[in-house]
């Protein structure tokens, strides 16, 4: 294959300058060795092609003897597969063939951008192609969230239980106030002072039969009352 003018080839997520001799990612140089990176080169000026170990052998080792070539080759091999996180059982670049060689399988197409040429054409101020890159990624979050926070508002919305409405029923009929009730233990009675206060109050106690039964008055004295309560079986009031 051919080389743009630029020298630069994309591979998935990956680009080759052939100028500078440098494998980056996102625009972002990932680190590998001179040697690897002149393996790599070779490969990826012939994509879909075997490379014999004999061809790798005479553009990079030239007069090397094949002990080191062999030691070598197969050390380039694997940091190749570890800069582009590739599997030599299931390669997406390099893909071994027995007693062949290697072919480079990804396809390989010219790069659209000079990513450091343009870093340092565009001057102060300037977004590389990889600034959109970033800026797209924080709007995915931004409206991630979003979506999480309406969804969470519309949880909440559907656990509310309308407030139930309240029925009020009059137990007395008194022109006047009904001060300081307080219920017998098993609910059927409710005792009271009948008067404009229910604390220190010299008015008097009255109970009824709920719901619909008269009220009785129990006392008939002058003392202060406060604090009324029956005793356990209900049979008394005390205040």
């Not at 659209?112 to 001057?123: K, L, P, Q, W």
């Not at 959109?132 to 995915?140: A, K, L, M, N, Q």
């Not at 979506?147 to 509310?160: C, D, N, P, T, Y």
Request: hydrophobic share 40%; glycine share 8%; with cysteine.
């Amino acid at each position: 294959m051919s080389r743009n003018n630029d020298g630069y080839l994309r591979f998935g997520d990956y680009e080759f300058d052939s100028h500078s001799g440098k494998l980056l990612r996102d625009g972002r140089p990932i680190k590998i060795q001179p040697q690897p990176l002149r393996v790599l080169a070779v490969l990826v000026e012939h994509p879909g092609e075997i490379v014999s170990r004999e061809q790798l052998h005479g553009r990079i080792w030239g007069e090397a003897t094949y002990v080191e070539f062999d030691q070598g080759l197969n050390y380039c091999i694997r940091q190749i597969r570890v800069a582009l996180h590739d599997e030599a059982s299931k390669p997406a670049y390099v893909e071994t063939l027995p007693k062949q060689g290697y072919r480079f399988i990804a396809p390989v197409i010219p790069a659209r951008y000079d990513v450091e040429a343009s870093r340092d054409s565009a001057g102060p101020g300037s977004e590389s192609p990889a600034v959109p890159r970033r800026r797209f990624g924080w709007y995915v979050a931004a409206a991630a969230c979003v979506a999480l926070a309406l969804a969470a508002v519309a949880f909440e919305a559907s656990l509310r239980v309308p407030p139930t409405r309240l029925k009020f029923t009059q137990l007395t009929d008194f022109t006047d106030s009904a001060q300081a009730p307080v219920l017998s233990p098993d609910g059927r009675m409710v005792a009271f002072i009948r008067g404009s206060t229910g604390f220190l109050s010299a008015d008097q106690v009255y109970v009824k039969m709920l719901p619909d039964g008269e009220a009785q008055r129990l006392t008939d004295d002058p003392r202060l009352k406060y604090g009324l309560a029956f005793s356990p079986d209900g049979s008394r009031i005390a205040y």
